[in-house]
Nanobody, 128 residues
Framework: QVQLVESGGGLVQAGSSLRLSCAAS????????MGWFRQAPGSEREFVAV????????YYADSVKGRFTISRDNAKNTVYLQMNSLKPEDTAIYYC?????????????????????WGQGTQVTVSS
């Protein structure tokens, strides 16, 4: 059974940093790309970042580029999202997700349909 469990969210002030973690199980983690999405109240779930199965390639949404960093530790079956210089507009529930196909390149990885398993989410709230 595939499981993704996010952690690390919280309430912080603008300009602060947070590191989210996503622990994966039930699949050979190192074979799959991993992504982060977020969903604010009343909004669609939107792409944040993705990392390939090897960690050799990453891609970010323009809104977080230069502030957020995605990384992974295949020995720990965990993907991370380091978030710096947080803004109130970063407030959302953050979800991690498994890429659908093993050993895939970052093709259309900003699309939700590119992923097949999702975590339950972790809340990030940034106050001004």
């Amino acid at each position: 059974q595939v499981q993704l469990v996010e952690s690390g969210g919280g309430l912080v002030q603008a300009g602060s940093s947070l590191r989210l973690s996503c622990a994966a199980s039930g699949r050979t983690f190192s074979n799959y790309a991993m992504g982060w999405f977020r969903q604010a109240p009343g909004s669609e779930r939107e792409f944040v970042a993705v990392i390939t199965w090897s960690g050799g390639d990453t891609y970010y949404a323009d809104s977080v580029k230069g502030r957020f960093t995605i990384s992974r530790d295949n020995a720990k079956n965990t993907v991370y999202l380091q978030m710096n210089s947080l803004k109130p507009e970063d407030t959302a529930i953050y979800y991690c997700a498994y890429g659908r196909d093993p050993y895939s390149t970052i093709g259309y990885s900003s699309a939700r349909s590119w992923y097949d398993y999702w975590g339950q989410g972790t809340q990030v709230t940034v106050s001004s």
